[in-house]
């Protein structure tokens, strides 16, 4: 993983787990931002090192989709027996993140890392969105005929709206990485002089 220290894996954990309470569904905050759920997914797996993050994330959002379908008038639209393709859809958006942090552990400042991230976060989120999207579409029971040229139209359209709100979360965490990085350096530098 990215070299973090437990304290800040403990911090950027807690940060994680909070944007995906405060940006799921609209289900609890009061602004409208884009969900962030793919992006807590992407980012546990580039920047947390115990694997338990991952059930634990997805028990998170599985408990917050419940509390909101069950106790606050949310549709249960999206709850059917494709509900539990999202584990492999999360999982592909973790990985993701995993094969990041593997490939890029020693050179996160150097220009190339950030084509690496573009690959990482749009091959991650297209498999999740295969599993996300397409379970939904052929396993939920709400489409009685579905075929795979009407598929193909949907992930068209919702694709990149998913891949967007993902890269705009993907891309402010980088930013602040990138900032506290630097920042932490010219810390060291200015304490060895």
Same mark, same amino acid.
């Given at each position: ?26 289900? @609890? ?12 997914? @992407? ?82 989120? @297209? ?8 379970? @939904? ?57």
């Amino acid at each position: 993983m990215l070299n973090l220290s437990p304290r800040s894996q403990l911090v950027v954990g807690v940060a994680l787990a909070l944007l995906m309470a405060m940006t799921r569904g609209q289900h @609890f905050a009061t602004l409208n931002l884009p969900s962030a759920s793919w992006a807590v997914f @992407f980012l546990a797996g580039a920047l947390l090192r115990p694997r338990w993050v991952f059930p634990a994330l997805f028990l998170e959002a599985t408990l917050l989709d419940f509390v909101a379908t069950g106790w606050m008038g949310v549709s249960d639209w999206c709850l059917s027996p494709a509900y539990w393709l999202l584990v492999p859809a999360y999982g592909s958006l973790w990985l993701g993140g995993r094969i990041f942090a593997v490939l890029q552990r020693d050179s996160l400042d150097r220009l190339d890392s950030l084509a690496v991230l573009c690959l990482a976060v749009v091959c991650s989120a @297209f498999v999740g969105y295969l599993f996300s999207g397409g379970g @939904f579409y052929f396993f939920s029971g709400r489409y009685p005929e579905p075929a795979f040229a009407e598929f193909v139209q949907r992930v068209l359209t919702y694709y990149p709206r998913y891949l967007g709100s993902l890269a705009l979360y993907v891309g402010l965490a980088a930013v602040l990485y990138a900032g506290f990085g630097a920042r932490l350096k010219a810390l060291r530098s200015s304490e060895t002089r």
